[in-house]
């Protein structure tokens, strides 16, 4: 099926030459046209089609009721796994100050592989449990992956050496690679293309709330088996707490979750139509079961979605390394190894503040890029600190510790651009893969940057992270003019005489480049 070719200029405001181009895309539109009735159809074009004649009214009142009821009933599950999912992955931070290097005979390269080996398991499986959660239904599929994930990290409060912790470390990866993918499908399934920033702000930003309880846990745990000693040491008992109630709340996943608007038990049957009409506007249905692989070749050949990926392996080495030694560094300011549990907390706060301030203001004024680009900002001004202060200066080092949270703005930003920008539930989830997989790339090569000759304060790695934080900046700035130079394409496609619109052709399964009336968020 022909889809609309990327054509880019090097200027954004050339009306009379965008015009041009959209007229001159008008035969390949039509063409387009030819295709869409053997083209399989979203299941939202099922129901629609199942219903057809039925008034679907969608009041003010009635929508705002209903996406309350929506967000009662889906955030929470999807806030608390999705912060589960962080905290998982950090107990290995906290456990290193906590005496799990010296028990199981590691030292720092063994410790940074021990890292590492995680995204190894996530990078191998993404692009498979991508392919199941469009094939599989989602909820359950996820629902399995939660409890699983929690079971293995129980393993860890056994490992006796390095070899057993790279072999659990290295299935946590393989069951987490469904998370960040299978929640932006959710995401894109419920919620309009205006909603769909705010509310990944919303989970994503209990990374920053899990850091915050986290911390609290093991700082708890830490100073009670030094008072109390139990049989197990207090790195093993953190990994068992957060293994079984990442666990239990799996099987609350799997009881609670609907796969979809069309088998949400929470919603009666003229609401579920409702939730399905109310996404017409996203262009992109709520799912499609079927591989496609002229929307996986487009996946691979849009520019936007590898400068998605660039920007996924150069944003994650910074957190590959600080996720793994956020507490080892802090003890590196003049903190020591227990206060080190504590002091991580409030990097939690600023994380959720400016995930939330992000993804409000991204939303309201419709410019989500330039939000998250801020907190790159910040970050920067963080890593300076960091970098260029003195070792005395352990106040002002740890401030630059916290204000570096607000990196994450940026890969929140262009995770829900995924659910918001890329259309085709084949070309979104092949998307999702390559996002996800670059982001196991970079996460393998942070803590190897953290070398073992610059300890304690590894200057080399910060400056390191400083980079790639502001290339990653300029990343982002390239995706905001790409999208706007592609709006106008299809502005004056939409404008040109002979153009018309399909009926139904929102819930047709089309791709974003293929379909004229895709607009994409900025």
Not at 160 to 178: D, I, S, W, Y
Not at 351 to 380: E, K, M, P, S
Request: glycine share 8%; net charge neutral; proline share 4%.
């Amino acid at each position: 099926m022909p889809s609309l070719p990327n054509t880019a200029a090097p200027g954004v405001g050339h009306t009379g030459d965008t015009e041009k181009v959209g007229e001159s895309l008008i035969p390949e539109v039509n063409a387009m046209r030819k295709h869409v009735d053997k083209n399989d159809p979203d299941e939202a074009l099922k129901v629609i089609a199942a219903h057809e004649g039925e008034a679907i009214v969608l009041s003010p009142e009635a929508e705002r009721k209903l996406l309350r009821k929506i967000d009662l009933h889906m955030m929470p599950l999807l806030c608390v796994v999705y912060g589960l999912n962080y905290l998982d992955k950090t107990t290995l931070s906290y456990a290193s100050v906590m005496g799990i290097k010296n028990d199981i005979h590691i030292g720092v390269n063994e410790y940074n592989w021990v890292a590492s080996i995680f995204y190894f398991g996530y990078l191998i499986w993404e692009w498979p449990t991508n392919r199941l959660l469009q094939r599989l239904p989602l909820a359950k599929y996820s629902a399995f992956n939660v409890i699983t994930w929690g079971l293995v990290l129980c393993c860890m409060a056994a490992v006796k050496n390095f070899a057993e912790a790279m072999t659990v470390r290295f299935f946590l990866g393989v069951f987490e690679a469904a998370v960040s993918p299978g929640f932006a499908l959710f995401t894109s399934q419920w919620y309009t293309i205006h909603e769909q920033g705010s509310r990944v702000c919303w989970w994503f930003s209990f990374n920053g709330w899990a850091q915050i309880i986290g911390g609290c846990v093991a700082y708890g745990i830490a100073v009670g088996t030094e008072q109390h000693p139990l049989r197990i040491d207090g790195w093993q008992l953190i990994f068992l707490v957060t293994g079984f109630f990442t666990a239990f709340m799996g099987v609350l996943f799997l009881y609670l979750m609907p796969d979809s608007q069309l088998n949400a038990r929470f919603l009666t049957q003229q609401e579920r139509l409702m939730a399905v009409e109310r996404i017409r506007v996203n262009q992109q249905g709520v799912g499609n079961k079927h591989f496609k692989w002229y929307q996986c070749k487009e996946a691979f050949t849009d520019p936007m979605v590898w400068a998605f990926v660039l920007y996924s392996v150069i944003s994650t080495i910074p957190n590959g390394g600080f996720s793994n030694y956020f507490s080892q560094l802090i003890v590196s300011f003049g903190f020591t190894n227990n206060q080190s549990l504590l002091l991580g907390a409030p990097g939690g706060v600023v994380q959720i503040i400016t995930l939330l301030v992000c993804g409000h203001f991204g939303d309201r004024y419709r410019n989500r890029i330039l939000f998250g680009a801020g907190g790159l900002l910040l970050a920067i001004v963080g890593l300076l600190l960091i970098r260029i202060l003195p070792q005395e200066n352990k106040t002002g080092r740890l401030v630059g510790y916290y204000l570096y949270q607000s990196i994450s703005t940026g890969f929140v930003v262009l995770l829900g651009l995924i659910s918001t920008n890329i259309a085709g539930w084949t070309k979104k989830t092949t998307s999702a893969a390559m996002y996800l997989i670059a982001y196991g790339v970079g996460n393998i090569i942070g803590p190897q940057v953290f070398r073992p000759q610059d300890a304690p304060g590894y200057p080399i790695a910060i400056t390191v992270i400083l980079v790639c934080t502001c290339v990653a900046w300029a990343i982002l700035m390239f995706i905001y003019y790409w999208c706007r130079r592609q709006n106008q394409i299809k502005a004056a496609i939409r404008e040109s005489p002979g153009y018309e619109k399909v009926e139904g052709q929102e819930f047709m399964d089309l791709t974003d480049r293929e379909n004229p009336e895709f607009i994409y968020s900025l």
